[in-house]
């Protein structure tokens, strides 16, 4: 298959690709700048200029293709209500062009606040859909396009998708870490953070392309919850700084905008979605990939 992707040069919208490409499809990435332009380059897949913010590449893209893979957002912490409203116009645009066509649609959405405090799996319905919603309520929307003949399905990511080179949540943990001195985590550090390594995840979704129905989620998931307090004991030792706990009133103080983040209890399961797919995470854990070193390199 002819597949779009949005985010084709990101940290896991590389791997999807290069997934994608040794499977045997043909890829069409987006890209926004030179850089990313060469990036997508390099891995021998089809470069589409456009943005998020450019309606019409995103047609363009989608009305060649024979399948989309939405994984681009813009991850603007200081300005997430028009986060929101970008991931909405782009669900929009992308799904009103494949309308009728029975062409699959994936779309990253996540599993952070499914169901705090307890296991969430793939039956779980995200508690929001407004445009005002996080994210813009993108996957409410993007489901209803399944009665218009779009094959949508929803790729729940873990809120840490590990791996060398990773610069996300847990790499911003330990720069925290860094410049505190010590390694924290927030009250007993019991919470549980979901988790898998960036290559599995592009193998599920590569699955997920293939094999999931239309209106069908799936969670990409390789460890249902991974204690704080472990993780930062991972961060310890790699930094080689003590570790302790931090007051829930102080999080904010310590850990800056991560801190709400990283006091959420949020486990979640992949069941289904094993079953669904035959997918089996093979690639090391979070803390296997932090104590490979990988994440304290200057």
């Given at each position: 298959m002819r597949i779009f992707v949005t985010g084709a040069s990101g940290w896991i919208g590389s791997a999807v690709v290069a997934e994608l490409l040794e499977a045997g499809h043909e890829v069409v990435g987006l890209a926004r700048s030179d850089d990313a332009a060469d990036a997508v380059t390099a891995t021998g897949a089809i470069v589409q200029r456009g943005s998020l913010d450019d309606l019409d590449s995103l047609r363009a893209g989608a009305e060649s293709a024979d399948g989309v893979i939405h994984l681009g957002y813009k991850h603007d912490f200081s300005d997430m209500a028009g986060a929101g409203r970008t991931e909405r116009a782009a669900i929009g645009a992308l799904g009103d062009v494949l309308v009728g066509s029975g062409r699959p649609f994936l779309f990253a959405s996540g599993v952070a606040g499914l169901a705090p405090g307890r296991l969430a799996t793939e039956r779980d319905i995200v508690p929001w859909s407004g445009a005002?919603?996080?994210?813009?309520?993108?996957?409410?929307l993007a489901f209803e396009y399944v009665e218009r003949g779009v094959r949508s399905v929803a790729l729940r990511f873990s809120p840490t998708v590990h791996g060398?080179?990773?610069?996300?949540?847990?790499?911003?943990?330990?720069?925290?870490?860094r410049t505190a001195g010590v390694s924290g985590y927030v009250g007993d550090?019991?919470?549980r953070w979901p988790a898998v390594h960036r290559l599995d995840a592009a193998r599920m979704?590569?699955?997920a392309l293939e094999k999931a129905p239309a209106g069908a989620i799936v969670h990409a998931v390789g460890e249902e919850g991974v204690a704080a307090r472990d993780i930062a004991g991972a961060i310890g030792r790699g930094l080689a700084l003590p570790v302790t706990s931090?007051?829930?009133?102080?999080?904010?103080?310590?850990?800056g905008w991560m801190g709400a983040f990283f006091a959420l209890d949020v486990p979640t399961s992949s069941a289904l979605t094993r079953e669904l797919l035959g997918w089996t995470p093979s690639h090391p854990g979070l803390l296997d990939d932090l104590e490979a070193g990988y994440y304290f390199r200057s």
């Open positions: 005002d919603s996080p994210r813009g309520g993108a996957e409410a060398e080179g990773d610069h996300g949540f847990v790499s911003t943990i330990v720069g925290i870490a550090g019991s919470n979704v590569r699955l931090v007051a829930p009133d102080d999080a904010a103080a310590h850990f």
